[in-house]
């Protein structure tokens, strides 16, 4: 079993920046690739950026190329999303979630994923 808590979130103007962290507790960490999603008001849950269980490689939802950054530090059990040059359409609330497939093309379907936290609400301003 793997716990996930979110936090970061929080009321941010336009092109402003925020961090959202994720920290996991019991079963090994390591063994997962690591996954953003979103679900904005009225909408499904969408993929947004993953990490893969092992190396450092990265996916994105395209429109979040080039403004948002996953990392994980795995000493500390934690993932991270860093999201810049905000837009009032990123305004939802944002899930971590654990992979068991591991590589960061298997996240987006959602479908392998394990485990998910409780979400945390990002609102953008305009």
Sequence with gaps: QVQLVESGGGLVQAGGSLRLSCAASGRTFSNYAMGWFRQAPGKGREFVAALA????????????????????DNAKNTVYLQMNSLKPEDTAVYYCAADRGGS?????????????GQGTQVTVSS
């Design 104 to 116: 960061v093309y298997t996240v987006p379907s959602g479908a392998s994923v394990d485990y998910w």
């Design 53 to 72: 269980r092992i190396g450092s490689s990265t996916y994105y939802k395209d429109s979040v190329k080039g403004r948002f950054t996953i990392s994980r």
